[in-house]
């Protein structure tokens, strides 16, 4: 039995297998990449939101509202991590026993493929400051009220 040119063969059906999984490995290693800056992108994006909620919550409740929270910029640092962000303001008045609103920021951008990622979208609540604007020391700050809290029975 002869067995000549077997083992160059072998050899170049090694290398395939090799180049297959050279190929694998580096398709997962920049998808692995890419997740993880896009996982860096909305970390980002969320930190940006709270801290955009965080300059909303200095604007007195009684002139609180969708206008005067579009006035609140976005820091220079965050338009250049997120690319073509942009923020979407609510502000909504409840209408319960106590008087309150709520307040949400959504933050789009773009992401590195063109289409947008997921928005981040954060809710937080404002209630009006306690007392009465005239009788409160304008050198002291006030400090807004205790939401009331009731017990809700589950129905299961």
């Known amino acids: 039995m002869r067995r000549r040119g077997y083992l160059l063969v072998e050899v170049f059906v090694a290398l395939a297998i090799l180049a297959a999984l050279f190929v694998l490995v580096i398709q997962m290693v920049s998808t692995t990449a890419r997740e993880r800056r896009a996982n860096e ?18 604007i007195p409740y009684e002139q609180l509202s969708a206008e005067s929270l579009r006035e ?4 220079t640092n965050a338009g ?11 502000v909504d008045e409840d209408s319960s026993e106590v008087p309150a609103k709520r307040v949400g920021v959504e933050l789009t951008w773009r992401a590195t493929h063109g289409r947008s990622d997921a928005p981040v979208r954060l809710v937080t609540w ?4 306690s007392g009465s604007a005239a009788a409160s020391d304008a050198a002291s700050p006030a400090t807004p009220s205790e939401p009331l ?6 129905p299961s």
Do not use: G, K, M
């Open 80 to 90: 250049q991590l997120l690319p073509e962000s942009d923020v979407c303001w609510t």
């Open 41 to 58: 992108r909305r970390a980002i994006a969320l930190e940006h939101a709270a801290n955009l909620l965080d300059r909303a919550s200095i």
């Open 126 to 129: 404002a209630f009006p400051q």
């Open 72 to 75: 609140i910029t976005t820091s």
């Open 149 to 154: 809290q009731e017990a809700v029975e589950d």
